[in-house]
């Protein structure tokens, strides 16, 4: 091993964007939006926030309203959770493209993925998996490597797993894989110490150990994060990354001896659940900056290496660990793959916290798709209920707030929610108010446009909807259930019985949900698919008598459910 020496005279610089000066030294922390109004309150301070790019890889609305806002005042870290660089199967070329739009749009100083995978064929596992550390896996993961810094045009930084099992088949350490890869590649790194602490525990090595063959050189970003301490059968400790609280006092010092060794390098504080008040946030980063200020005169920029170009395309046999590891993810009664190893027959208990984090991980996402659905089931029902839809109908894809369109009618068919008949239309609501939240941003048509044209052409003018524009339909009172259940607390007796359509908007940063008058929904079915005013309301008064086309598009009109007006013949 090598140990930790004095200050270096130089470090190479991980960014070749952006001046290395302008964030090193630098303590940022995760960009939360419940912080934003705190943020904006504390006035333009030093520092830099994260975010993971999944969450911002929708169309437009509040998301990126505010990263906007922030990207304005301060340098922005794009960190990818989702690419599966570790996995055996090419990347999935929409989720690149959809990866470099958000590089080119925000211009971050830093763009990082993981050295881990979480798609096996077309499930996709909210997960950092791990993966075997052999001369086969190597030559992929920097295929995959390159083709992401060849697709932004630019280095990225990975960063080091936690991990809870190893291969038996792995013929090399982490840090000579990194090592290699980092040769073959020209990467740079991004040093999570707080991963290097859980896994050196769970594993039994020492974190120093690990540090001194670790190629600090390479370092462009540090992350430090709170772990979670659980005891196994046996009494063995296991410690779980769960960014979920303070950033423990091992860790702390970690982070010292690798600052004092290579000086300030820009550190994130991670903190993804169980989230404090902004204040709470800004103190830890406030005591790393104060670690990263104590090792200033050690610092002196070097010269970042470029991409190499690496690109094998003859694998030979390809990896098969994702093939082993994957299935047994989400079904309890499959074995522990036989892959796996740990010390003292730990295996299988290390195997399950992956298992849990997927299950678990996918619950949390249905339940923050569909909060008012779990509101009317309360959290144990909705939680064994959604835990059968995840072994039904996994994810295809990364971007969860995708997840759950097929959930309403899960609902339908599930046994235990038939009394319930209109829970699922209250769902539909909510996956309908979801993807108006991130639908694209357009201004939404005023009266004043509709009034302006001539009677006589009135019927032949067709109005464009707004992006963000819904249909839910339904045979019970869905609008004022879900309404009802969206806020905290009882919900008293709900004496409307007829049914309601819903119109879900979003004219402009917040989404309106509102139900339609009668023959509404199959006036505004027919407008969207493009027909004329006149003969989407002559239809419209066919199926429903009692329809009233003034007050229809006085209510759309309102709701911002149109953005322009096409004249036609």
Not at 108 to 131: I, K, Q, R
């Amino acid at each position: 091993m090598n140990e930790l020496a004095a200050c270096p005279a130089s470090r190479a610089s991980a960014v070749s964007h952006f001046p290395a000066h302008l964030i090193a030294g630098v303590a940022g922390t995760s960009f939360k939006h419940e912080h934003l109004p705190a943020i904006l309150a504390d006035g333009k301070q030093d520092g830099f926030f994260e975010i993971h790019a999944e969450n911002y890889m929708g169309a437009g609305g509040p998301p990126h309203d505010a990263l906007t806002r922030i990207r304005k005042d301060y340098p922005l870290s794009l960190h990818g959770v989702c690419m599966s660089i570790g996995g055996p199967q090419p990347l999935d070329k929409a989720h690149l493209g959809r990866f470099k739009a958000l590089v080119d749009r925000y211009e971050p100083a830093l763009v990082s993925e993981h050295l881990a995978w979480s798609t096996h064929g077309t499930t996709y596992f909210n997960d950092l998996l791990p993966l075997p550390y052999t001369q086969a896996t190597l030559t992929r993961v920097a295929d995959h490597i390159d083709e992401v810094q060849e697709t932004i045009g630019r280095p990225i930084l990975l960063e080091n797993p936690s991990t809870y099992v190893v291969f038996r088949e792995s013929t090399m350490t982490e840090t000579q894989f990194i090592r290699e890869l980092v040769r073959r590649t020209g990467c740079s790194l991004l040093l999570d110490v707080n991963n290097v602490f859980v896994s050196a525990t769970n594993h039994g090595y020492s974190a120093l150990g690990y540090l001194g063959d670790f190629p600090l050189e390479r370092v462009g970003e540090i992350h430090l994060a709170g772990h979670a301490d659980q005891g196994d059968d046996e009494g063995e400790l296991l410690l779980i990354d769960s960014h979920d609280g303070p950033i423990a006092d091992a860790v702390w010092k970690l982070f010292d001896i690798v600052i004092g060794r290579y000086g300030p390098i820009p550190t994130l504080v991670e903190w993804d659940s169980n989230i404090p008040d902004w204040p709470v946030l800004k103190a830890e980063a406030a005591a790393a900056r104060t670690i990263l200020d104590r090792h200033a005169h050690c610092y002196k920029p070097g010269k970042a290496r470029a991409a190499h170009g690496h690109r094998e395309q003859d694998y030979g046999e390809q990896p098969s660990y994702a093939a082993a590891f994957a299935p047994a993810l989400l079904d309890p009664d499959r074995a522990t793959p036989a892959t796996v190893a740990e010390p003292n027959g730990k295996a299988e208990k290390r195997y399950n916290v992956y298992r849990n984090n997927v299950t678990v991980s996918l619950i949390d996402a249905l339940a923050a798709v569909f909060p008012a659905t779990q509101h009317i089931t309360g959290v144990d029902f909705f939680r064994a209920m959604a835990r059968f839809h995840i072994r039904a109908t996994p994810p295809t894809s990364p971007l969860l707030f995708e997840y759950g369109r097929d959930f309403p009618d899960f609902i339908d068919s599930y046994e235990y929610a038939k009394p319930t008949l209109w829970l699922a239309d209250v769902a539909r609501i909510e996956r309908a108010w979801l993807d108006a939240y991130h639908a694209a941003n357009a201004d939404p048509l005023m009266p004043q446009a509709l009034a302006s044209i001539p009677p006589e052409r009135l019927a032949d003018t067709i109005l464009i909807p707004h992006p963000a524009t819904r249909i839910v339909r339904s045979r019970f009172p869905a609008v004022t259930i879900f309404t009802a259940n969206r806020r905290t607390g009882p919900v008293g007796h709900v004496e409307v019985t007829e049914p309601e359509d819903a119109l879900v908007t979003r004219p402009g940063l917040e989404v309106v949900v509102r139900h339609l008058a009668p023959g509404g929904a199959g006036f505004l079915t027919r407008l969207i698919a493009g027909e004329p005013l006149g003969t989407a309301a002559a239809a419209a008064l066919a199926d429903t008598p009692a329809f009233d086309l003034a007050a229809n598009i006085a209510g759309m009109l309102e709701a911002g459910a149109f953005t322009a007006i096409h004249q036609g013949d």
